[in-house]
């Protein structure tokens, strides 16, 4: 079982940065990838940024590709993503997730979720 657990949404004013963490707690050494993920109301969820964990390798969006930056802390068994030059199309609920499968990057199967942080930003 894996539990996370998300932080550090909030509201903020284009141009902006927030940095979301997620901490990952229970048997989490098959969990090959994770994610972020968004949605806004009135449009469907879509993957933000995601990292094999074993390696490190991320892929992006191309909405905030350059500007978000996703990264783990092993020793923290905690993910984070960096969102710089906010706009205000960014703000949605962000949902971190997780998956013992790949690839990552497609952001499909993720089955782990966490609760949810909501990112506002305003013009």
């Known amino acids: 079982q894996v539990q996370l657990v998300e932080s550090g949404g909030g509201s903020v004013q284009a141009g902006g940065s927030l940095r979301l963490s997620c901490a990952a707690f229970?048997?989490?050494?098959?969990?090959?990838?994770m994610a972020w993920f968004r949605q806004a109301p009135g449009k469907e969820r879509e993957g933000v940024a995601s990292?094999?964990?074993?390696?490190?390798?991320?892929n992006y969006a191309d909405s905030v590709k350059g500007r978000f930056t996703i990264s783990q802390d092993n020793a923290k068994n905690t993910m984070y993503l960096q969102m710089n030059s906010l706009k205000p199309e960014d703000t949605a609920m962000y949902y971190c997730?997780?998956?013992?499968?790949?690839?990552?990057?497609?952001?499909?199967?993720?089955?782990?979720w966490g609760q949810g942080t909501q990112v506002t930003v305003s013009s």
């Open positions: 990292i094999y964990t074993g390696v490190g390798t991320t």
């Open positions: 229970g048997y989490i050494a098959s969990m090959n990838c």
């Open positions: 997730a997780a998956k013992g499968g790949w690839p990552c990057r497609d952001f499909v199967r993720y089955n782990f």
